[in-house]
C-alpha cells in the first residue's frame, strides 16, 4: 500500500441544506479493500458516483490516480446497483463480460484466443461457465450480477468500485464474489471501494471501513468502527454491536 | 409472363436491387433499433421525411434533399427534447404531431405537383430510377461503415448505459449519431420504398431474430437475412401476381417471419440455456472457485483465508 489510488481532501458533499458526510480526509492505498457501510441515504451510491466523476464534491477536493475523477476511467472498474436487463436483449452473459475488456473500443476486433481465455478463465471464477451462452435476460438476478462482477475483473482495474454486489445473492455466491475482489486486489493491486449492506461476507477481507451516517462518518479497521461506542457516538443514540461466533450484529440502528 | 421474363425488364432489376440495398441498410439498423427500443423513433422518421420532402419542395423545388435535411432536424429535435431515457416517446410524440402539421401546411403553399411529396407515404419501388439506386448504394455504404465502426460501444451503451458511461464512452455522443444515422437511413429508404415499406423491414426482421438469437452477431445476421428475404420476395411475389403492390406482400412475409419466430422463440432460446447447463453441470461442480470453497456458505469464521496461494481460482484472469 505504497502509493494511493484514491485521495479524499477535507470533501464533503451535501444537497441544499442536507449534509451528506463532510470534511472527509483520507487515502485509499494500491490493493486496499475499502467497505463503505451505512443507512439508506446517508450518501453511500453519491460516494461512488463522485468516485466516477458522475457527481461533483460541494466542498473538498478528491482525486483518482492522481487525477480529477473521470480522467482515467479505463483503468476504474464499477459494478452498479443491480437493475434486471431486458429480458428480450440479444447479449449473452459471455458478450456482456467481454464488454470489461474491449466495449469501448472502435472497429472490427477478431476474437483472439488469449482474449477468449481470459474471458472463460473468469466466467469460471465467477461460477457463470453454465449460463454464459443463456440470453443476458433469462439470466435470475443473482447470476447477473456474477456477470457483472466478472466483467469488471476481467479489465483487472487499478480501482474497482461496486455499489451493493452482494444483493440478490445466495450465501455461498456471496462469499465467492468477494473472495474473487480480495484475489484481484491482491494479485493485481486493485483498489477496491464496495459499498454494502452484508457486513459479515466482506469482515474477513475488508482492511478498513467508512461508515456513514447522520451526516457523520467514522473511519478505521473494523475492530475500531464497528464496536457499540463507535457506532452509538456516529447515530448519536445507543446502538449495540454484538459480536457472535465472529459474525458481526449490529442492533439499534439500520445498517 | 414468368418471372424470369419480368426479371429481364429494367425497370423490375432496378426494383429488385433498390428493395434489397434498402432490405441490407434496415436490417443492419434494426437490431440497434430493438435493442433502444426505438421503434416509434423509426416510424416518426419514416413520416416526418414528408415534411421534409414538402419543406424541400417549397423552399428549392427539390424533394429529396429537404427529406434528408429535415431528417437531420428531426433528429437533432428528439435529442434535444429527450433528457431522460424514458420520455423519449412522448419526446418522438411531440415532434411527430407538430412536424406533421407543419408539413400538411407548407404542402398547402406549393403549387406544383405535389406527388413528389405524397409518394413518400406510399412510394413506389417500380418507379426507381438509377440515380436513386446510386443514391440508395451510397447510404448502404455509409451506413454499413459507420455501423462497422461505432457497434461494440454502440451496443454497450445501449444495454447497458451506467457502465458503459462509467467506463467513459460519451453514450449522449453515441445516441444521437445513432439516431441521425437512424433517420437518415429511414428517411431515405422512404423516399423510394414508401413508410409501410420500411417499418415493415426496420422494425419487423430485428425483432424476429431477436425472439430466435442469443448473441450480438446471430442477431444481425437473421435481422438482414429476413429482411432481405421479405423485401425481395415480396416483390417478386408482386410481379408473378401482377395486382397486389409489393409493400403488402413484404410487409405480410415479414410478419409471417414475425410470427414463426414468435412460436420457435422461446423453445430455442431456453434450450440453448438448458444444454449449456447440461454440460456444465459436470465441468462446473457447485464450488467453481477451488480454494475459497473452504469458506464455507455458512459463513466466514474469522480472517479466514483460501489455502495456499492465499486467493481463490481463477488465476489464469489476473495474470497477464
Given amino acids: 500500500m505504497t502509493d494511493s489510488v484514491v485521495r479524499f481532501d477535507r470533501a464533503g458533499l451535501r444537497f441544499g441544506d442536507r449534509v451528506l458526510w463532510e470534511d472527509l480526509t483520507t487515502t485509499v492505498g494500491r490493493g486496499e479493500f475499502l467497505a463503505v457501510l451505512g443507512p439508506n441515504g446517508a450518501g453511500k451510491t453519491t460516494l461512488l458516483k463522485v468516485l466516477l466523476g458522475a457527481e461533483a464534491l460541494s466542498s473538498g477536493t478528491v482525486t483518482v490516480g492522481g487525477q480529477p475523477p473521470g480522467r482515467a476511467r479505463r483503468r476504474v472498474g464499477y459494478v452498479p446497483q443491480q437493475r434486471a436487463f431486458d429480458p428480450d436483449l440479444p447479449i449473452r452473459g459471455r458478450d456482456l463480460v467481454r464488454f470489461g475488456l474491449d466495449g469501448h473500443r472502435w472497429g472490427v476486433s477478431l476474437p483472439g484466443r488469449a482474449a477468449q481465455r481470459r474471458v472463460d478463465a473468469v466466467l469460471a471464477a465467477v461460477g457463470a461457465t453454465g449460463f454464459a451462452d443463456a440470453p443476458i435476460g433469462s439470466c435470475s438476478g443473482g447470476e447477473q450480477q456474477r456477470l457483472r462482477i466478472a466483467q469488471a475483473l476481467l479489465a483487472q482495474p487499478d480501482l474497482l468500485l461496486c455499489d451493493e454486489p452482494l444483493l440478490s445473492l445466495d450465501p455461498g455466491h456471496q462469499q465467492v464474489v468477494t473472495a474473487l475482489v480480495d484475489g484481484c486486489r491482491r494479485e493485481v493491486g486493485t483498489a477496491v471501494v464496495f459499498v454494502t449492506h452484508e457486513i459479515n461476507p466482506v469482515l474477513p477481507y475488508v482492511d478498513r471501513i467508512l461508515y456513514l451516517a447522520g451526516g457523520g462518518w467514522r473511519l478505521g479497521t473494523p475492530s475500531e468502527v464497528l464496536t457499540t461506542a463507535t457506532l452509538s457516538d456516529l447515530y448519536g443514540s445507543r446502538v449495540e454491536v454484538f459480536r457472535v461466533e465472529n459474525r458481526v450484529v449490529v442492533a439499534g440502528a439500520e445498517i | ?320
Avoid at chain 2, 8 to 20: D, Y
Avoid at chain 2, 129 to 150: D, F, N
Avoid at chain 2, 244 to 256: D, E, T
Fill in chain 2, 1 to 320: 409472363m414468368s418471372i424470369g421474363d419480368y426479371l429481364a425488364l429494367p425497370f423490375a432489376q432496378h426494383a429488385l436491387i433498390a428493395s434489397t440495398l434498402v432490405a441490407v441498410t434496415c436490417g443492419l439498423v434494426g437490431p440497434f433499433v430493438t435493442c433502444r427500443n426505438m421503434a416509434f423513433a423509426v416510424h416518426a422518421s419514416a413520416e416526418l421525411a414528408f415534411t421534409g420532402a414538402a419543406a424541400g419542395l417549397l423552399v428549392a423545388g427539390n424533394a429529396v434533399g429537404g427529406a434528408l435535411a429535415g431528417a437531420i432536424v428531426v433528429a437533432a429535435l428528439i435529442a434535444v427534447l429527450t433528457t431522460r431515457r424514458r420520455e423519449r416517446d412522448s419526446a418522438i410524440g411531440v415532434v411527430l404531431a407538430a412536424g406533421l402539421a407543419l408539413g400538411v401546411l407548407l404542402l398547402g403553399y406549393y403549387h406544383g405537383f405535389a406527388t413528389e411529396a405524397t409518394n413518400i407515404l406510399f412510394g413506389d419501388i417500380f418507379g426507381v430510377s438509377t440515380g436513386q439506386i446510386v443514391l440508395l448504394a451510397v447510404i448502404a455504404a455509409a451506413a454499413t461503415a459507420i455501423l462497422t465502426v461505432i457497434h461494440r460501444p454502440l451496443l454497450f451503451a445501449s444495454v447497458d448505459p451506467e457502465v458503459a458511461a462509467a467506463r467513459g464512452l460519451a453514450t449522449g455522443l453515441l445516441g444521437l449519431t445513432f439516431l441521425v444515422l437512424l433517420a437518415f437511413t429511414v428517411t431515405e429508404a422512404a423516399q423510394v420504398v414508401g413508410t409501410l415499406l420500411v417499418l415493415s423491414l426496420a422494425i419487423t426482421p430485428a425483432a424476429s431474430a431477436q425472439r430466435l438469437a442469443a448473441g450480438p452477431l446471430a442477431m444481425a445476421g437473421l435481422s438482414v437475412a429476413f429482411a432481405v428475404l421479405a423485401a425481395d420476395g415480396g416483390l417478386i411475389l408482386s410481379l408473378q401476381s401482377g395486382t397486389v403492390k409489393p409493400s403488402v406482400l413484404v410487409a405480410s412475409i415479414s410478419f409471417a417471419l414475425y410470427l414463426g419466430a414468435r412460436l420457435a422463440g422461446p423453445g430455442l432460446r431456453r434450450r440453448h440455456r438448458a444444454r449449456r447447463v447440461g454440460v456444465a453441470g459436470v465441468a462446473d461442480p457447485a464450488c467453481p472457485v477451488g480454494p475459497a470453497c473452504s469458506v464455507g456458505p455458512a459463513g466466514p469464521v474469522g480472517p479466514v483465508r483460501p489455502a495456499g496461494s492465499g486467493r481463490p481460482g481463477g488465476s489464469a484472469t489476473m495474470d497477464t
